[in-house]
């Protein structure tokens, strides 16, 4: 189960931090993303992050803004994001993989909103 947090109505220029638990003995092995989707848009991939932390990818639109980040320990993967625009208005999606990012997504959480107000 993925439960996130942190979402909310921010200006633009703000920050956010998203955070996402997850229960079960597994998550060290998972592969951990954000995804969001838009009103009207189709769910998107935003950010991800290997089982070690070793790697993390982003699209590109976050780069520079966005950094992901996972604590293994406490079960938890982060999102930190700055510099919002309204473009980044969106619900924010957790997910997990068993294996590498390139595999199939199979956990989701259930989103958190994101609003970035002009």
């Known amino acids: 189960q993925l439960v996130e947090s942190g979402g909310g109505l921010v200006q633009t220029g703000a920050s956010l931090r998203l955070s996402c638990a997850a229960s079960g003995r597994t998550f060290s092995r998972n592969a951990m993303g954000w995804f969001r989707q838009a009103p009207g848009k189709e769910r998107e991939f935003v950010a991800a992050i290997t089982r070690n932390s070793s790697f993390t990818y982003y699209t590109t639109s976050v780069k520079g803004r966005f950094t992901i980040s996972r604590d293994n320990a406490k079960n938890t993967v982060s999102l930190q994001m700055n510099s919002l625009k309204p473009e980044d208005t969106a619900v924010y999606y957790c997910?997990?993989?068993?294996?590498?990012?390139?595999?199939?997504?199979?956990?989701w959480g259930q989103g958190t909103q994101v609003t970035v107000s002009e």
């Open positions: 997910a997990a993989v068993e294996g590498s990012v390139g595999d199939t997504w199979g956990y």
